[in-house]
């Protein structure tokens, strides 16, 4: 009989959003000391450590399945934003701006790393070629979310490019170059202590997304949407990630005829999301454009958790099959 692990992690952020709501105050703090600050370094400390991780090996062990690698990142950068830009035409309130750019910002974010691979890893798929994938993901979304994002935030909103670009530079691509850098020295190191490195970036995540939905509740953003919202929110999650693992697989299985191995590596690098960019990129992004970070944040977080689930079903399946396959 098959498991379903609840993940300790999307647990925490619904928690954090109850504290949120409960007890928003410490958002307020301001100075040395406030969430703003520990964030922003946390931020760094959580790409140093991603530096310092990077296997040039297991990079280069991957690198030559160049269709594998077009299809993952067509579907993360490209086909997720088209299958949200055809809603466009239908956005007419405020209110459906708002819920349409919190979709369009999580269709252009890049996958995930951590979970991609492990997910590849369960469902016995070709490892080498989802660690290049979710490696190089999150270097192409510092490029590209922005890229996409200022098209329609410069229409209606403030969008400084060079203002995001730098910040992106500083808190995400700095870091990893000095951990790439450093990693001859500290590389075992923080493969040794991985998990207690993974624990540190969901710590810094969840405040993230702490401070956020305080905002949002002390400026009562969440007062303006009603109970339609939260469930059409739910809908667009399940239609999104439906769509987009149904093109990933016929594309992989049927047109481009993959082998099963690198099928899988396909639909699980390409399909995913990543939380970590999100709440890093809406940080930058949306600090200076008067949208309620809470109602940003909500599409990110319930499609990491659907992901995660869904994802964690299919990967002991197709695990199931191979096996039945050797």
Request: hydrophobic share 55%; aromatic share 18%; glycine share 6%.
């Amino acid at each position: 009989m098959m498991k379903i692990k609840i993940d300790s992690f999307v647990i925490g952020l619904f928690v954090a959003i109850i504290l949120a709501y409960i007890y928003p105050n410490l958002a307020l703090i301001e100075g040395r000391y406030s969430l703003d600050s520990i964030t922003t370094l946390g931020i760094s400390f959580i790409f140093f450590f991603y530096g310092l991780k990077l296997s040039f090996s297991d990079l280069k062990a991957g690198l030559s399945n160049w269709k594998l690698h077009l299809l993952v990142h067509l579907s993360t950068f490209i086909l997720f934003p088209l299958l949200v830009l055809i809603f466009l035409p239908f956005v007419k309130t405020e209110i459906q701006q708002q819920f349409w750019l919190s979709f369009f910002f999580l269709a252009a974010l890049p996958s995930t790393v951590s979970s991609s691979v492990v997910m590849v890893s369960i469902a016995k798929g070709n490892m080498p070629a989802a660690i290049f994938n979710a490696s190089i993901s999150g270097i192409i979304g510092v490029i590209v979310t922005p890229l996409w994002m200022g098209l329609f935030l410069t229409v209606d909103h403030e969008f400084d490019f060079g203002h995001v670009y730098l910040s992106l530079f500083l808190e995400i691509i700095l870091p990893v170059i000095l951990g790439v850098v450093l990693q001859p020295y500290f590389g075992k190191w923080a493969r040794k202590f991985s998990k207690g490195l993974s624990t540190f970036d969901k710590i810094i995540i969840l405040l993230i997304v702490y401070k956020s939905f305080a905002d949002s509740f002390i400026e009562k953003i969440f007062d303006t949407v009603d109970v339609w919202y939260f469930i059409a929110v739910f809908l667009g999650v399940i239609v999104l990630f439906g769509l987009v693992y149904f093109l990933i697989w016929y594309s992989a299985s049927k047109l481009l005829k993959f082998p099963i191995e690198d099928q899988i590596t396909a639909i699980f690098c390409g399909s995913k999301k990543s939380l970590t960019h999100g709440s890093v990129f809406a940080k930058i992004i949306f600090t200076h454009v008067g949208l309620g970070f809470g109602l940003v944040f909500f599409p990110i977080m319930i499609y990491h958790a659907f992901q995660i689930f869904v994802a964690s079903i299919i990967a002991q399946r197709y695990a199931k099959r191979m096996d039945v396959k050797n």
